[in-house]
């Protein structure tokens, strides 16, 4: 992997959890860090506390800011920011489409912004926070499953699309992670997610080794491959057993 001194780096919806482990990580390794969240009092606190740079504002209309206060270059760009929208296919149309919004198009915004750039220079760096739920699914959730696994085809996309003019692409998809977003899920993720839960710096900890690998899929729960493997392979036995989890989950809501 190149080395992080001195690189431009911007992390959205960094201004706590994921996002802000992932900012401390890359001012750690020495790169120039722009912290975007929509809270900007959340994002200048974790400015200040790594000697980074505050862009507040909707993720999807901040790349040109960023690149800005970067010098004119961004090297890596993490799309973290994220809605965890729950509901079913009753779910009203404007929690459908803000879920759509930022989970995937404030992705494809960013990317449109940048890959010029990148194709030009030969290098460039788009890491996609996704989400186990993006490979498999989550129940309770059906904005948040839908969008995530649009958020991972379009990551799998611009790897396959571009990997050969240097562009390189990294998709995270952890299961329960300790941050706010998993305790906004409720019921749901006490049942599915709070068993497994990790730390955010252990999130960042997988992404730096995939990127040292070079590796496209970042699984922080190594376990997600068996059954991403077992919903490939099988996948109405697995449906079936995600069935029951969704029975247990009425049934302890109920």
């Known amino acids: ?27 750690a390794e020495g790169a120039r860090v722009v912290v975007n ?18 862009v507040a504002g909707d993720a999807s209309a901040i790349v040109a800011e960023a690149r800005d206060v970067l010098g004119g270059t961004v090297d890596v760009y993490c799309a973290n920011a ?5 509901g079913t296919e009753a779910a009203d149309e404007k ?15 960013a990317a449109h ?36 696994h649009g958020a991972y085809a379009f990551a799998e996309w611009l790897s396959l699309t571009y990997r050969h003019r240097g562009l390189k692409v ?13 305790a906004s899920t409720g019921s749901a993720g006490d049942l599915v997610l709070q068993p497994t839960a990790i730390e955010p710096d252990e999130v960042a900890d997988a992404l730096f080794v995939g990127m040292e690998d070079d590796r496209f899929l970042i699984l922080p729960h190594p376990e997600v491959a068996g059954y991403y493997q077992a919903r490939a392979g099988d996948p109405d036995r697995w449906l079936t057993n995600m069935n029951h989890i969704q029975q247990k989950w009425e049934t302890d809501s109920g």
């Open 1 to 27: 992997m190149e080395a992080l001194q001195d690189a431009g780096v911007v992390v959205t919806g960094a201004g706590g959890g994921i996002g802000a482990a992932l900012a401390r990580r890359f001012a």
């Open 37 to 54: 969240d929509l809270d900007g009092v959340k994002a200048q606190a974790v400015a200040e506390e790594i000697g980074g740079i505050a």
């Open 113 to 148: 912004e940048l890959i010029p750039g990148w194709l030009e220079r030969g290098s460039g760096r788009f890491v996609s926070t996704v989400s186990a739920a993006g490979l498999l699914t989550m129940v309770g959730a059906a904005p948040y499953s839908v969008t995530k």
């Open 170 to 182: 990294h998709a995270i998809c952890p299961q329960g992670v300790r941050t706010d977003m998993l």
């Open 82 to 86: 994220g809605l965890a929208s729950a």
């Open 95 to 109: 929690v459908w489409a803000l879920a759509w919004d930022v989970n995937v198009m404030a992705h494809v915004r």
